[in-house]
């Protein structure tokens, strides 16, 4: 059964800085295109970011230069680095596992999905 399991999330002032997690089991993160969702209250699900098998990586312009994704294929686990938090942030953060090697922002591309980690960022 395939599981990715986010955490990280938390509370924190802008500015602020935050790591998130999401660790795979029964998918191997290296293989697929891996991406990272979030969803504010009252708003749609957007993309953030993905990093594809080759380490290509490509952020949606509202977290460019202040967000980056990384993996560890040793732990199989996929992170986002945020950095210069800001309210606009607050959201649910979900990370994303494709089924296949192709990347890009579109939600079709992913098939198996996070729970969700909740990040508020204060003012």
């Known amino acids: 059964q395939v599981q990715l399991v986010e955490s990280g999330g938390g509370s924190v002032q802008a500015g602020g800085s935050l790591r998130l997690s999401c660790a795979a089991s029964g998918y191997t993160v290296s293989r697929y295109c891996m991406g990272w969702f979030r969803q504010a209250a009252g708003k749609q699900r957007e993309w953030v970011s993905y990093i594809s098998t080759g380490g290509t990586t490509r952020y949606a312009d509202s977290v460019k230069g202040r967000f980056t994704v990384s993996k560890d294929a040793a732990k199989n686990t996929l992170y986002l680095q945020m950095n210069s938090l800001n309210p606009e942030d607050t959201a649910i953060y979900y990370c994303?596992?494709?089924?296949?090697?192709?990347?890009?922002?579109?939600?079709?591309?992913?098939?198996?999905w996070g729970q969700g980690t909740q990040v508020t960022v204060s003012s």
């Open positions: 994303a596992g494709g089924a296949r090697e192709i990347c890009g922002g579109q939600e079709g591309l992913f098939t198996y």
